[in-house]
């Protein structure tokens, strides 16, 4: 088995690098690309049931080279329009974890058995989403929500399900444990930091959604924090998302405990390259360092 | 990164039509496009109608809806948001071009065959429009061009019908090694298919969704490429290769709809 | 009055950026000296009752000109020791804000006391630290141990006090209608955010605690956005902090909703110019802008 | 920003002191500090003994506790956490130069006056140590020193009895136009008494607690200044002029003990 090969909950990934949901997720030939381009897998955009065109423009900020803030509203052709999507990636053996979002854990539960009927390896669950019941506060920060998801999910579909938690929490050792309980196969984080850019100028939020967030090398800290709390409370593997831009940088999050990587932001500069940069690195590093393959590495640094 | 420009000229170009000029410091090439963004309204994709060694950058904007509406009635003074400029852009190399514009097309043509004019190319033109005093940079391309063909939908001015009928006679008159083209997708596919049967290379300019302009969402998919970066220039081979051209394009959600 | 001349719950302020609770606050010269520098008013380092040497170094890992990480550990010398340096400061007319931390209500309360018998004009609650009653959670991400604290404090003084809160929240606007339920008068945003720095080489964590918390530049986004809900949902007062370097961060802040700003991690590269650069900057903008006075940017970005 | 240095070379140079030198880009001025990380022990601030335009950097470390102790036992190979360096340095301008330097202090005065000798100044150099094998760099003075003045604590070798009570003799047999000194506080408040008694501009290099090193925390705190930043090196006016030096420092919790 090649050093770069990770197993997640019996899915196995050519390497650790996946493509993060909402970047390049749009179409089946996109998520065929980035695949080709040397990503160990993919995920796709986050589904919901019925189309959503998403906010209007300004949807997107770049702040600097260490950070972008987005506020995208989940646009999506809808489940039922993204299959051929789906079924163009799986077709040319495209790796797919297919990523879902809902107000409800039946409609999670419904759009995850849609992702599993098209053949999909893995399900993430974008626990972020902002339509949410409860008191206005979004489902994945509260434990007992995002435990209903999951569990709802769990026993709607066979293959593993991935919680994706956010970073907007007190308490990530909390949701990550919430998660674990219900029956989660994995846990991925982190989504985008809740951020708010304003233009000086026009005196008004740059974004049309005025609140949106962080992603990029800016929330590598952050990320790699949770990916560390998670790792001291659950024994589920981590997916490490947030700020990968070098192999230093993947390291550093299997280091903290993750076994899977994600890659959004960085995909932007790089035009898919970096993955291949991305793999390369991380295979070099892991031999200078005396690791045999990426498990070895996995939370090396709580055992100093 | 986003800043901000202050309009100081704006340009009744046709009815529909309006050119606003602005001090913009980051370079651009012919082709390239800028996010442009009202605050309070929307940020859309805009190609640069005027570009280096132009003092003041521009951008040429039709009405289609309500934001180029609101864009056709700014002012001088007025300041706006700006990003970019984004994409790939035409190579100025073919030393004789034939320009096909439809509409607004010509935005983006009229800088690239002024372009390649200063370095010695010679540039024919066909420009279509709706109507007569819809005909843009009609002018701007008779300082330069060796000759420009016009066309109206309704027959005011030029040969009556769609500018793709003219092409047959153009590309039979002269040899051409490159033809341009933008505007809409039926039309470029038309003269796509014109230019291959007279075996010229052909390079469009694509329109797509676009939200982050840098690479990351897939709005602007269109098959395996991103036209925000690898665009909104295509070469023909590269176009006919994509199922997408002239059949369909995506809309905000991402659900494909008639291009 | 002047344009920058600021007043919070009656105190009043030369212009509105202060020194940032933590950043040369262990001696009464430094405070003076920030003031001397330009600032409006300087907030303490956090007091607490005994001696503490804070964690071992390293205490702080400079990520790059976008963001720095810290775990001190609260390192003070007490607040008997530390009176003679607040004392000094006030001796030389500096305005000074009173930061203290606790575990418990009751020794915020005290410390609280003792800080206005020293005289300070404000104090400022950290609300962030990790010696928690309660089930390991900080005491500032529990909205009913926050109150707490607030009401048990006002109570015990008669100058304004201010809560200082954490991003490390699902919901920042919960928070601050806690504080101002319970009887702050302002609330300062945002501390530091959850954040990990791991060595790739040692293959541990840098800082000497694990865990740490990042500021400076990349967290403005963070905290805009921290200000701009708890804008929309309270009445007090809003204390913005949080990579605050430049005048246009500054102006930014105040659109968001801040009347005060606290400026921490950007003094480190000026070594205290940055203060006057701010307050000159900051007075060209408003002018430019047409503002007559802080007071009137105050939350503008809500207005369009 | 930080980075990972590996120890290329040891030099053992008194029973309690070692150097460890190694390859570090970041140009150094002499008097300027690192801060040296021991993963899993502690970090601390280390002046820099060896500077460009040496092709290796060095510390050179004393043992006073368990810190230093660790550092003591570090084998060629070992890498180490690095950032810096930090402070500001020594002027090399003045032409006469005495310094004066106890237990470690050597370390940082070592590479100064190697500098300034190299720009053509005089150096003459009081050494003192607790005993004869503790005298640090006496070999590496005396390469390029006018003279070299010893004294122990136990009298072993050279004067018995503390190093400032060579002053008022060294101080007179000559005009120097600056005394550079660093060891023990209470060792450089007599020095610096000396030399205004001489009329001789003092410039000490002190030591205070430090954290960050970047001129945020206050560890570093001496009166209004920041020992990381506007130090390590003080003129004897600013030093006079601040009612801590030789009185009282900082512990890490900011409660002041004696100096
Ligand atoms: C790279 C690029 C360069 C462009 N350059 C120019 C230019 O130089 N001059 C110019 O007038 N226009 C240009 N456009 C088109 C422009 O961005 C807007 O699409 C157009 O102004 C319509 O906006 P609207 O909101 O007023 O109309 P809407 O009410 O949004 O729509 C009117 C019509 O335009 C289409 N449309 C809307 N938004 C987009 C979009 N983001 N991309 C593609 N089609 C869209 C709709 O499908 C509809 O048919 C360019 C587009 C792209 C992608
Ligand atoms: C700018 C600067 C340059 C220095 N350069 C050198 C050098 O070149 N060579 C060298 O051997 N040492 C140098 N030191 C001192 C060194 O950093 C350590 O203080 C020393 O090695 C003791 O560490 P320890 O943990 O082994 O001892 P500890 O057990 O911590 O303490 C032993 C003694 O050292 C004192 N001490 C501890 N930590 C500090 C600190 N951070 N700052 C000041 N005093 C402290 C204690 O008060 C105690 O008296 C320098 C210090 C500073 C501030
Ligand atoms: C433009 C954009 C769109 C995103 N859309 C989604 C989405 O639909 N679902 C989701 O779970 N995460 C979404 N994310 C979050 C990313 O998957 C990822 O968690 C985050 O960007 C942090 O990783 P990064 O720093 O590598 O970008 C999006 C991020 C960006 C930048
Ligand atoms: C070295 C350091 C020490 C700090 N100590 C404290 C503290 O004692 N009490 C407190 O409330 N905040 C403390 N903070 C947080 C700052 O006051 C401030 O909230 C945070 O750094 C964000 O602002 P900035 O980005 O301008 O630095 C500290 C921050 C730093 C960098
Ligand atoms: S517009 Fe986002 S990828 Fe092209
Ligand atoms: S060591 Fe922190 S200010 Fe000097």
């Known amino acids: 088995m090649d050093a770069l090969t990770v197993k997640v909950a019996g899915v196995e990934f050519r390497n650790p690098f996946l493509l993060a949901s909402g970047i390049w997720g749009e179409s089946g030939a996109s998520l065929h690309r980035a695949y080709v381009a040397g990503a160990g897998g993919v995920v796709t955009k986050s589904i919901g049931r019925e189309p959503r065109t998403g906010y209007p423009n300004p949807t997107i900020e770049r702040l600097d080279d260490w950070g972008l803030l987005n506020a995208m509203g989940l646009p999506n052709p809808g489940i039922k329009n993204y299959a051929e999507e789906v079924r163009f990636a799986l077709s040319k053996g495209v790796k797919v974890v297919g990523s879902v979002f809902g107000g409800t854990p039946e409609e999670f539960a419904l759009l995850s058995v849609e992702m599993e009927k098209l053949g999909v390896g893995s399900i993430e669950l974008n626990l972020s989403c902002p339509h949410a019941k409860g008191y206005g506060s979004e489902i994945g920060a509260d434990p007992e929500l995002l435990s209903e998801v999951v569990r709802a999910v769990k026993k709607a579909v066979k293959v593993p399900v991935w919680a994706k938690l956010t970073p907007n929490t007190s308490d990530p050792a909390l949701l990550a444990a919430a998660a674990e309980s219900a029956g989660a196969d994995a846990i991925s984080a982190i989504n985008t930091v809740r951020a708010l850019a304003i233009d000086p100028v026009g005196m008004r939020p740059v974004l049309y959604h005025g609140l949106g967030g962080l992603s990029g090398p800016a929330i590598k800290p952050i990320g790699l924090a949770f990916i560390w709390q998670a790792y001291e409370k659950v024994r589920i593997p981590l997916v490490g998302i947030g700020g990968i831009t070098t192999p230093e940088d993947a390291f550093e999050y299997l280091l903290a405990g993750a076994t899977l990587l994600e890659v959004g932001t960085a995909v932007a500069d790089s035009g898919g390259t970096v993955f291949h940069t991305l793999a390369d690195g991380l295979r070099e590093i892991l031999k200078e360092r005396g690791f045999g393959n990426v498990a070895e590495a996995v939370g090396a640094a709580h055992r100093k | ?259």
């Open chain 2, 1 to 259: 990164m986003r800043t901000t420009v202050t309009i100081e000229e704006v340009v009744r170009e046709t009815p529909s039509t309006v050119t606003l000029r602005f001090r913009y410091a980051p370079t651009a090439l012919p082709g390239q496009f800028v996010m442009i963004w009202l605050p309070g309204d929307d940020e859309v994709p805009m190609s640069l109608s005027y570009v280096e060694p132009e003092p003041l950058k521009g951008v040429t904007v039709k009405v289609m809806g309500a934001t180029s509406r609101h864009f056709n009635q700014l002012e001088k003074g007025v300041r706006v948001g700006i990003r970019g400029p984004y994409g790939n852009h035409f190579d100025l190399t073919p030393s004789n071009i034939l320009l096909v514009a439809g509409g607004s097309g010509a935005a983006v043509l009229a800088p690239a065959a002024e372009a390649a004019h200063r370095r010695g190319s010679k540039v024919s033109v066909a420009l279509g429009a709706t109507t007569a005093n819809e005909i843009l940079f009609r002018d701007r391309f008779a300082r330069f061009a060796e000759e420009v063909f016009l066309s109206t939908d309704d027959g005011t001015e030029g040969r009556k019908g769609f500018v793709t009928n003219l092409l047959p006679e153009i590309l039979s008159s002269r040899k051409f090694d490159a033809v341009w083209s933008c505007g809409p997708e039926v039309m470029m596919v038309k003269t796509l298919r014109a230019s291959e049967e007279h075996g010229v290379p052909f390079f469009g300019s694509l329109e797509r969704q676009m939200k982050c302009a840098i690479n990351l969402c897939d709005a602007c998919a269109f098959g395996p490429y991103h036209v925000c970066t690898e665009g909104p220039v295509f070469d023909g081979k590269t176009l006919a290769s994509v199922e997408d051209f002239g059949t369909f394009k995506r809309d905000a959600s991402g659900q494909r709809v008639r291009a």
